[in-house]
C-alpha cells in the first residue's frame, strides 16, 4: 500500500519561530502555537507546496541530512507526518 500523500499549510498561514532546541509554530488558521522539536521544522520546509509522501520527503531530506544505516527512515517520515497531521499544519492531500 502506497503512503498517503500530505500538503502542509500554506506559508503565509503558519509562523515559524525557532527558540533554542525548539521551535514554536503560530497557525493563524487555528489561532493555535505548536511547540515541536527537530525534525519538525525540517519536515515542514521541505514539503513545500507539493503534495508529498513518506519516501518523497525522505528524498528531499537526504539531500540535507545523512541518513547512512537508517533503514527505517520512511517509516519515521510517516509517523511524522501523522503526527504534524493531528496538529493541523498538514493535511491529507
Known amino acids: 500500500m502506497p503512503d498517503p500523500a500530505f500538503r502542509a499549510a500554506p506559508p503565509d498561514a503558519l509562523r515559524i519561530e525557532p527558540l533554542g532546541e525548539l521551535t514554536a509554530i503560530f497557525d493563524r488558521r487555528s ?18 507546496a507539493d503534495d508529498c ?11 540535507s541530512f545523512d541518513f547512512d544505516g537508517a533503514d527505517d527512515v520512511r517509516t519515521i517520515l510517516a509517523e511524522r507526518l501523522g503526527e504534524l497531521a493531528a496538529m493541523g499544519l498538514v493535511a491529507h492531500a
Open 53 to 63: 509522501d513518506a519516501a518523497t520527503l525522505a528524498k528531499r531530506l537526504a539531500e
Open 31 to 48: 489561532m493555535q502555537t505548536h511547540l515541536v522539536a527537530s525534525p519538525m521544522p525540517e519536515i515542514l520546509a521541505a514539503m513545500g
